[in-house]
């Protein structure tokens, strides 16, 4: 134990110095020399991390395997994925360099009219989203504009690492909110609804949750948690995608509001809310595939596709949070 837990510390530092390395390297190196760079890089971690290639390839061919049929087609669109990771993790280090100025002027924002008018009813904004195109540079975005924003992340275990993350984002003006204890991130998501912040929400991990959704065509368990808060606290429920343009261009895209389904049980409520907050996350996934993850299935990706897209959800007690949010 002593030893592993030895292991455990040495790697983290390696990855936090090697963070805090890139990050000033950034000053000094140019940015076309950069992104040469990462793309050999991207080459090489493709290479030797074939256990998470392997995943992202299965789960192509079990949702678009009708629609991809060559495995070499699908394994070209899983290398565009990894070189779009690769290159988010990039834009995100070379941000920490800029100005509010320069962020606003290189990221553009489209849509922006519907977060005026979400924030203008003074209840704040979930903004969901997903791990898709450069999802990192939308808290630097929207801080860079003045908007007061939060961001709900799943911590390292690390938690000199994790304060280390944690400072990088203040530096950019934005808060964070450890997804747990869940009891405390309803606390902070509250807290910052009630100030008429921001909160981004990436809500496309379908590995577990008490929710059933059709995701992909498969059957897949969501988390009930963003659309319990959207129900509870009346706060206006935007989608927002950070993606590259053809021209390679940064594109900040709001959509317009997602009202929540509101049935005669709060669980029939959240169920259906789920489920459509899940088709928005799939609409932007379909229209972006080369800029998603796809690792956001099931581990063992044995999950039978739906038969019936209309099928009724079945939705199990909660486990987000506390079962009654107090919107006081």
């Keep these: 134990m002593v030893i592993g837990d030895f292991f455990h510390r040495v790697r983290y530092r390696i990855g936090e110095y090697a963070l805090r390395g890139l990050i000033g390297l950034l000053a000094w190196i140019p940015y076309r020399l950069l992104v040469l760079s990462t793309s050999f890089w991207a080459w090489v971690s493709f290479g030797l991390l074939w256990q998470y290639r392997r995943r992202m390839e299965e789960n192509v061919a079990t949702a678009l395997g009708d629609e991809i049929v060559s495995p070499a087609d699908r394994k070209a669109l899983i290398w565009r994925a990894w070189k ?174 997602i009202s929540p389904v509101r049935l005669e049980s709060l669980d029939e409520s959240v169920a259906a809310t789920t489920a459509l907050f899940t088709r928005q996350l799939e609409k932007a996934i379909r229209r972006y595939p080369e800029q998603w993850n796809w690792l956001g299935f099931p581990r063992n990706n044995r999950t039978p596709r739906l038969e019936n897209k209309e099928e009724k959800l079945q939705m199990p007690g909660p486990t987000f949070a506390p079962d009654r949010i107090d919107e006081r």
Excluded at 84 to 111: D, P, Q, W, Y
Excluded at 139 to 149: E, I, K, S, T, V
Excluded at 187 to 197: F, M, P
Excluded at 205 to 221: A, H, R
């Design 84 to 257: 779009n990771f690769a290159r988010g993790v990039l834009e995100t280090c070379e941000v920490m360099h800029l100005s509010k100025e320069a962020i606003v002027s290189s990221v553009s924002m489209e849509g922006e009219e519907h977060l005026k008018q979400a924030l203008a009813k003074g209840k704040g904004v979930l903004a969901l989203s997903a791990h898709l195109g450069a999802f990192t540079m939308i808290g630097p975005r929207l801080a860079a504009g003045d908007y007061p924003f939060s961001i709900v992340v799943k911590q390292p275990k690390d938690e000199h690492f994790a304060r280390c993350l944690d400072d990088l984002r203040a530096r950019k003006g934005f808060r964070t909110i450890s997804a747990k204890p869940r009891k405390e991130a309803v606390r902070g998501i509250l807290k910052s609804l009630r100030e008429n912040r921001v909160v981004l929400v990436i809500a496309d991990e379908f590995k577990s949750g008490d929710v059933t959704v059709d995701f992909m065509g498969q059957q897949s368990p969501a988390p009930r948690g963003p659309a319990t808060l959207a129900l509870r606290t009346g706060a206006v429920t935007l989608p927002m995608f950070m993606t590259w343009r053809p021209d390679g261009s940064l594109c900040l895209l709001i959509e317009p509001e």
